[in-house]
């Protein structure tokens, strides 16, 4: 099992950054591809980012290209996803995920953490 917890979430006006952390613990987490996800009201939840176990690999969603940043520690356990240029349409609730492979992570993961909201306001 993989518990993940994620924090960081907030509110702040258009053009602000926040950063959100994803600690995770349970076994081997460092071997686990992780991802972000987000779900604004009456949406489908969508793929936004996602990191290979040795942080190699990385994707974005189109529309967060150069705006978000994906990283990882795996001494911490911990996955961060750093939202800089915030637009409202990024509000939403925001969700880590852990999967064996990254493909995982991007589509169907194995596991998810509880969601943080982020809003952003114009």
């Known amino acids: 099992q993989v518990q993940l917890v994620e924090s960081g979430g907030g509110s702040v006006q258009a053009g602000g950054s926040l950063r959100l952390s994803c600690a995770a613990s349970?076994?081997?987490?460092?071997?686990?591809?992780m991802g972000w996800f987000r779900q604004a009201p009456g949406k489908e939840r969508e793929f936004v980012a996602a990191i290979s176990w040795g942080g190699g690999t990385i994707y974005y969603t189109d529309s967060v290209k150069g705006r978000f940043t994906i990283s990882r520690d795996n001494r911490k356990n911990t996955v961060y996803l750093q939202m800089t240029s915030l637009k409202p349409e990024d509000t939403a609730v925001y969700y880590c995920?852990?999967?064996?492979?990254?493909?995982?992570?991007?589509?169907?993961?194995?596991?998810w953490g509880q969601g943080t909201q982020v809003t952003v306001s114009s």
């Open positions: 349970g076994r081997t987490v460092s071997t686990y591809a």
């Open positions: 995920a852990a999967a064996l492979t990254t493909a995982q992570a991007r589509g169907v993961p194995d596991y």
